[in-house]
């Protein structure tokens, strides 16, 4: 991993100390055991977490400052695949507003 100093770590035990990747890994894989969830990496459930936020809308610079990207160019990059999803969605709510307002339009003439 690219953790070179203590700065760089960001997780915590119960302790207090900092737990190195080994440790949260193995940590994080006996909890998703213990709890029956299927199996995820850290990596895959901070894309998960990133992919979601931006699902129910969250802005782009707040997932950009959870996330730690540098910018938000960066976090839109990377999750451009949800954007599609979205803008899909978008289409079609838009959509379902112009046949409301053509109805509501219908019947008050």
């Not at 070179?4 to 770590?9: A, G, H, I, Q, S």
């Not at 302790?15 to 029956?36: D, N, P, Q, V």
């Not at 459930?45 to 802005?59: D, K, P, W, Y």
Request: proline share 1%; charged share 20%; net charge positive.
């Amino acid at each position: 991993m690219g953790w070179r100093n203590e700065e760089d770590l960001v997780c915590l035990g119960v302790s207090g100390a900092y737990l190195w990747h080994s440790g949260l890994r193995r940590r994080h894989i006996e909890t998703f055991k213990t709890a029956a969830l299927p199996k995820i990496t850290l990596h895959g459930l901070r894309h998960t977490h990133a992919s979601l936020l931006m699902e129910i809308g969250v802005h782009a610079k707040v997932i950009q400052e959870r996330l730690g990207h540098a910018d938000a160019t960066l976090t839109m990059d990377t999750y451009a695949h949800v954007l599609h999803t979205l803008q899909s969605d978008t289409a079609k709510q838009f959509e379902q507003l112009l046949k409301r307002k053509k109805t509501a339009q219908q019947s008050g003439s």
